[in-house]
């Protein structure tokens, strides 16, 4: 098993481009999530995925964009970047277990450094 | 509204030291509680895990954590610190239900003392 991967592994992109985070995983979890990392203040939830077709928003959704075609991958589409959104972006996933949530282990991948100049 | 709250924004101890890092949460009804590590450089790594039965968990290279519920509280410890154990270190929450999203604290840096 690769685990969770995410391409790039860095990206720097202009005021006002576009652009998408690629995350694929490949142990058939159901949920997914992307956070965003900041200096002091954690990580933020950004959008998150209980499954192919159903996406919710998080903490910090503003200017961003997720579907969920496939159980495999959940992209992430920043619409027009912004300096605010310099920041390491985290995918994640886990197995929703059958008996209430109790599989909640939470696997991260390699995380994709942007910078909006 | 769901919060995990870490007070200690960084930590510095010398080497065989005790650990103990804080954490607190608001998260209406059952909650899952995490700890995890950043490395330097790396990506976070679950240590320990807490969803139901003995309240005092023991995660991997001898970190433990206590939650208590009447403190809302779930301290991460260790009884001797070691160089390598220079990370940050993250507290998380999620509900009981498997939909639940998991939300993180904002870390706690902790430098180890050769």
């Known amino acids: 098993n690769a685990g969770v991967t995410q391409t790039p592994k860095f990206q720097v992109l202009k005021t006002g481009q576009s652009m998408t985070l690629q995350c694929a995983q490949d142990?058939?979890?159901?949920?997914m999530s992307w956070y965003r990392q900041d200096p002091g203040m954690g990580l933020r939830l950004i959008h998150y995925s209980v499954g192919a077709g159903i996406t919710d928003q998080g903490e910090v959704p503003n200017g961003y964009n997720v579907s969920r075609s496939t159980t495999e991958d959940f992209p992430l589409r920043l619409l027009s970047a912004a300096p605010s959104q310099t920041s390491v972006y985290f995918c994640a996933s886990r197995h929703t277990g059958t008996s209430g949530g109790l599989e909640d282990t939470q696997y991260f991948g390699p995380g994709t450094r942007l910078t909006v100049l | 509204a769901q919060s995990v709250s870490q007070h200690n924004h960084h930590v510095i101890l010398s080497e065989a030291a005790s650990l103990e890092l804080g954490c607190n949460y608001s998260?209406?009804?059952?909650?899952?509680l995490f700890w995890y590590v950043q490395y330097p450089g790396q990506h976070l790594q679950l240590l320990l895990k807490?969803?139901?039965?003995?309240?005092l968990v023991k995660g991997i290279k001898g970190f433990e954590a206590e939650f208590i519920k009447s403190k809302f509280s779930f301290n991460l410890r260790k009884p001797s610190v070691q160089w390598s154990d220079t990370a940050e270190y993250f507290c998380?929450?999620?509900?009981?239900?498997?939909?639940?999203?998991?939300?993180f604290g904002s870390g706690t840096r902790l430098s180890i003392r050769p």
């Open positions: 807490y969803f139901s039965g003995d309240p």
């Open positions: 998260y209406g009804g059952t909650v899952n």
């Open positions: 998380a929450a999620s509900g009981y239900s498997s939909a639940s999203k998991i939300i």
């Open positions: 142990m058939n979890h159901e949920y």
